[in-house]
């Protein structure tokens, strides 16, 4: 449905498609593990499609409902790259196209005064008028970075930066299944200029796979972060702070590093119930000029057991800028450039150069130095609905082994959205 300026959605659909295909021509490597991104030249494609659909139940109540189908192959198996370049592959094995439940959740909104505004809809978000200061608590399935560090110019995979630690704090080890997707309880409280979030949600049984714990005295991920939205020079922007604490059947770095023989040198053979990760994730945000956005990302964890959920970042610095099209008379287009440096913590370093793997990374040895990987992107409009992006991602160091590349990867991404 369309409706007027202020007027209430009983319901909305949204549909988003996109599709990409990655390349890198070979790349000098002085040898390659079980985990490393293939040397050779190699192309993949991958598509992720999601249907959105939002109802509003009762005043302030909506249930939302996206399935969702991926399908095909990241590059090398989505291997060998900390800040892997395609956000829209995961790590589930069989390249078949597969239809999966992405979201279920029940949003409850209480209005707190403050005014009020209209919002005009979207994806997962009925257009109507509310109030300025809100509380909203949502209970369900759904991916926590729909709620947490939502970076305006660096949280869509699908239309901006495409890299891992771009379109998410890389040190972030954020509670989430295969697919980028967990179930739990969240809130978020937004007053005027600033806004206070908590959440908490399932981890995965076994590292970077589909079935979750359910058992949350057992392994659980944790969250709260505050956010202020400001003005400089009439500019908006805004500053995130985000602490995170999770727990699960995690394997211990230090405990295989200093008795490898004991765990035949494999993390998964030292996991106990118990072990933590935690730490935190800076963001900023700030319209700079006209159509100029810039951000910037700091994150980390203290790197004492293994990468569970996400991805093998220990340390990460991320920034970048987006000019629209105007200045060139194509308003809806975009370009871009964006930088994300990973480092790995001491234990986690010396797991790897030991021949250890995790469930991205292992090239049999290390010769250890930051992973950088750079996006420069064009996205061009080609209708309404229709957008495509030529991207050009370079990687030096890749799994953090200067032994390795560097890596040119060049895509074509096609989005449609409505």
Do not use: C
């Given at each position: 449905m369309e409706p007027g300026e202020?007027?209430?959605?009983?319901?909305?659909?949204?549909?988003?498609?996109?599709?990409?295909?990655?390349y890198h021509p070979a790349f000098a490597a002085k040898y390659s593990g079980p985990n490393s991104m293939g040397a050779e030249a190699e192309h993949a494609t991958a598509l992720v499609s999601t249907l959105y659909t939002d109802l509003r139940l009762w005043r302030g109540a909506e249930l939302i409902f996206n399935p969702e189908i991926s399908g095909g192959k990241g590059l090398s198996r989505t291997l060998g790259v900390a800040a892997f370049p395609s956000g829209i592959v995961y790590r589930v094995g069989d390249p078949a196209p597969a239809v999966y439940l992405a979201r279920l959740a029940l949003r409850q909104t209480f209005g707190l005064g403050g005014g009020r505004v209209i919002t005009d809809g979207g994806a997962n978000e009925l257009a109507g008028t509310v109030d300025r200061d809100q509380l909203t608590i949502t209970v369900g399935r759904l991916s926590v970075a729909d709620i947490f560090n939502r970076n305006r110019w660096a949280s869509e995979p699908t239309e901006h930066f495409y890299n891992w630690a771009l379109f998410a704090p890389g040190a972030w080890d954020y509670p989430?299944?295969?697919?980028?997707?967990?179930?739990?309880?969240?809130?978020d409280l937004a007053i005027d200029w600033w806004s206070a979030r908590a959440g908490i949600g399932l981890e995965p049984k076994y590292a970077n796979l589909k079935e979750m714990e359910w058992r949350i005295d057992k392994a659980r991920g944790l969250m709260v972060e505050y956010e202020v939205r400001y003005s400089l020079g009439e500019r908006p922007g805004a500053t995130s702070l985000l602490?995170?604490?999770?727990?699960?059947?995690?394997?211990?770095?230090?405990?295989?590093?200093?008795?490898?023989a004991a765990y035949g040198n494999n993390i998964a053979a030292s996991r106990e119930d118990g072990r933590t990760k935690y730490g935190f994730a800076l963001s900023i945000d700030q319209e700079l000029a006209h159509g100029l956005g810039a951000f910037v990302r700091l994150s980390a964890n203290d790197g004492r057991n293994e990468s569970w959920a996400f991805t093998e970042i220990d340390r990460n610095l991320a920034f970048g800028v987006i000019q629209n099209?105007?200045?060139?008379?194509?308003?809806?287009?975009?370009?871009?450039?964006?930088?994300?440096?990973?480092?790995?913590?001491?234990?986690?370093?010396?797991y790897l150069a030991g021949g250890g793997s995790g469930f991205i990374l292992g090239d049999g040895a290390l010769s250890y130095a930051p992973e950088v990987v750079s996006d420069l992107f064009y996205k061009l409009r080609l209708h309404d609905a229709l957008w495509f992006t030529v991207l050009y991602q370079p990687i030096v160091n890749p799994g953090y082994n200067r032994d390795r590349g560097p890596v040119h990867v060049f895509s074509g991404r096609l989005h449609a959205a409505f």
């Amino acid at each position: 449905m369309e409706p007027g300026e202020g007027e209430e959605e009983s319901y909305s659909v949204h549909f988003q498609l996109t599709t990409s295909t990655q390349y890198h021509p070979a790349f000098a490597a002085k040898y390659s593990g079980p985990n490393s991104m293939g040397a050779e030249a190699e192309h993949a494609t991958a598509l992720v499609s999601t249907l959105y659909t939002d109802l509003r139940l009762w005043r302030g109540a909506e249930l939302i409902f996206n399935p969702e189908i991926s399908g095909g192959k990241g590059l090398s198996r989505t291997l060998g790259v900390a800040a892997f370049p395609s956000g829209i592959v995961y790590r589930v094995g069989d390249p078949a196209p597969a239809v999966y439940l992405a979201r279920l959740a029940l949003r409850q909104t209480f209005g707190l005064g403050g005014g009020r505004v209209i919002t005009d809809g979207g994806a997962n978000e009925l257009a109507g008028t509310v109030d300025r200061d809100q509380l909203t608590i949502t209970v369900g399935r759904l991916s926590v970075a729909d709620i947490f560090n939502r970076n305006r110019w660096a949280s869509e995979p699908t239309e901006h930066f495409y890299n891992w630690a771009l379109f998410a704090p890389g040190a972030w080890d954020y509670p989430a299944d295969t697919r980028g997707y967990t179930w739990g309880a969240f809130v978020d409280l937004a007053i005027d200029w600033w806004s206070a979030r908590a959440g908490i949600g399932l981890e995965p049984k076994y590292a970077n796979l589909k079935e979750m714990e359910w058992r949350i005295d057992k392994a659980r991920g944790l969250m709260v972060e505050y956010e202020v939205r400001y003005s400089l020079g009439e500019r908006p922007g805004a500053t995130s702070l985000l602490l995170f604490h999770n727990t699960a059947r995690m394997g211990s770095y230090r405990q295989v590093v200093d008795d490898p023989a004991a765990y035949g040198n494999n993390i998964a053979a030292s996991r106990e119930d118990g072990r933590t990760k935690y730490g935190f994730a800076l963001s900023i945000d700030q319209e700079l000029a006209h159509g100029l956005g810039a951000f910037v990302r700091l994150s980390a964890n203290d790197g004492r057991n293994e990468s569970w959920a996400f991805t093998e970042i220990d340390r990460n610095l991320a920034f970048g800028v987006i000019q629209n099209g105007e200045l060139w008379r194509r308003r809806r287009d975009e370009a871009g450039i964006g930088v994300s440096i990973s480092g790995l913590s001491p234990a986690h370093k010396a797991y790897l150069a030991g021949g250890g793997s995790g469930f991205i990374l292992g090239d049999g040895a290390l010769s250890y130095a930051p992973e950088v990987v750079s996006d420069l992107f064009y996205k061009l409009r080609l209708h309404d609905a229709l957008w495509f992006t030529v991207l050009y991602q370079p990687i030096v160091n890749p799994g953090y082994n200067r032994d390795r590349g560097p890596v040119h990867v060049f895509s074509g991404r096609l989005h449609a959205a409505f």
